[in-house]
């Protein structure tokens, strides 16, 4: 607590370090209605790596009509070349097109994004299960040709809008396939926001029983219904310790009755800090961080801990 | 997911059956701006029952002074006569005058509210602890021998904003004389919000080594930092089973910079519905009652919960 701080108070099953993969700057800013010009992501991405975080993702090689707030990727990401050294900054590639631009600037990890339902596969990626796979497939192929990381989301883990509770045997097989093509890494996505801790559990321990290694593997909530820090919680008792989150909670309307965003990158931070688990991540700074980002969206960030913090601060 | 509800997956180590302490007509209004009128407090109520909850405290026999809010005690503990068979409503009581009042009511539960830590007893009760303590002590030995039940609140358990993180063996300390005094039940209080699991969990072991039953406490966290499902979750892996909650988060308001309310019920609900644990609650009329008393206080409820589920239904 003092300094804005919890006091750590470690527990016992829990690992020592956590990394976070920071997913503010695209999967926020993409589902944010203000476009944000260019000079502010790159100002937001030296932020964010100056608070610590070291696996920032950066934004989309997507075509601009799909995505319009992250059309401005070939300019910003040479604005990134000096963090390199240090932060690891992957960008999500939806085809081979989209690979190609990305390499060109010397992207060195990448991230495709594939469903485990048919009709979230068929609403976001206009394909099949089956079709979308095929479409990663070269992607990835020459992705790892060129040594460059290759992270696997795999969203719908849990609940689909349309098609409900989601098997575990289902997304099971659907994180192998990402797996066989050669997926270094696997984000699992509660997109909806509907998982519960044993829901979680059952999940990995899945995976675990299909051979995937809990190394592999990402956890990706969504507080939809207040329930991604519990569910993380459960994903750090089973071994997990990369976690995805949004600094500030970025890509949930604070207003919207229904607010979907990520887990906000502060709250994740408050817990682990009070579970005296390692992030590298300076909370003051990272807070600073999402006032500012607020201010330039012109709205007062959804994440809890940046409310209690920035209040306490003025 | 079905209707509103996410799928039941039970995980290990976890209790079949959470007692929720309903916490919004009394914690919950008692910090909200808006002073309610005496109908609509026992309508609420009525409501909570009818939504399935059990436990519902109702009301404080503090002086009106000190908490407008709930002036109305008197009038509108008679108006809940008609659900004393089915549900506890236990009411606040600062001292014995207010243990007098309540108990000419017919009052069967009360709860006394005292501070771990001094400068809260100082600034909540303008007492040091031993004060309060001895203040307590004519009021729980009184209740007792008329068979009432005596619920001992112990506020700022983890952290206390002018004495940063609290000791472990303070609160142990502090616990066992309310325990000493008579009281058959204590509520962990984070008043604060800042706990972590860890913390949550050394404060239980603390306790049960001091002899304190765990199926004599109940937990009570805040959602300032976003923390209080996650510790939640940490309480009932140590075997707690009664947990205090707020329907629809009544008594933090989403627009201040400083959200300090109670855990939401709703997104309480949906974390046990989702582990499989029994609770009695309706999500879906506890979700109705939200929405409705957000309507008589003019402002949304800072449940996501509530606002996704009452976002999906219309």
Redesign the interface.
């Known amino acids: ?2 300094d804005g701080l ?6 016992e099953g ?1 690992p020592a370090r956590v990394r976070i993969h920071e997913v503010g700057a695209r999967d926020g800013l993409q589902n944010e209605k203000t476009v944000v010009p260019t000079e502010v992501k790159a100002e937001f991405i030296h932020r964010l790596a100056g608070a610590g975080l070291t696996t920032i993702e950066a934004t989309s090689f997507v075509h601009p009509k799909w995505v319009p707030q992250l059309a401005d990727a070939e300019s910003l990401f040479p604005q990134l070349a000096d963090l390199a050294d240090g932060v690891d900054l992957p960008v999500l590639v939806p085809n081979d097109r989209g690979l190609a631009r990305a390499m060109e600037l010397g992207a060195r990890r990448i991230a495709v994004f594939g469903s485990a339902t048919e009709t979230f596969a068929k609403a976001n990626l206009n394909r099949t299960v089956d079709e979308s796979l095929a479409m990663f497939e070269p992607v990835v192929a020459r992705a790892r040709a060129a040594g460059v990381h290759v992270r696997g989301y795999l969203s719908m883990c ?2 689909d809008p349309w098609e ?2 989601v098997p575990v045997a289902q997304v099971v097989a659907v994180a192998r396939r990402l797996r066989d093509l050669g997926c270094d890494e696997l984000s699992l996505g509660d997109t909806i ?7 979680v ?2 999940l990995l321990t899945g995976l675990g029983e299909a051979g995937v290694p809990t190394d592999s593997l990402g956890v990706h909530f969504h ?5 991604a ?2 569910n ?3 994903a750090l008792q089973h071994g997990v310790t990369t976690v995805d989150a949004s600094a500030g909670g970025l890509g949930g309307c ?1 207003y ?5 965003g990520n887990l ?1 990158t502060e ?1 994740l931070v ?2 682990l ?4 688990i390692e992030t590298g991540v300076d909370l003051g700074r990272l807070t600073a961080t999402s006032v500012w980002m607020a201010g330039q969206l012109g709205r ?1 960030s959804p ?3 940046v ?2 913090l ?3 601060e ?1």
Chains 1, 2 share one sequence.
Do not use: C, I, N
């Open positions: 607590m003092t919890p006091m750590p108070v470690p527990a829990l849990f609940g409900g509770a926001g509907v998982a519960t801790p044993g829901h559990r059952a507080d939809t219904y207040g329930q820090l519990s993380t919680l459960a604070p919207a009755k229904s607010a979907t906000a709250d408050w817990m800090e009070g579970l005296g007062p994440s809890r801990t409310r209690a920035s209040h306490q003025q």
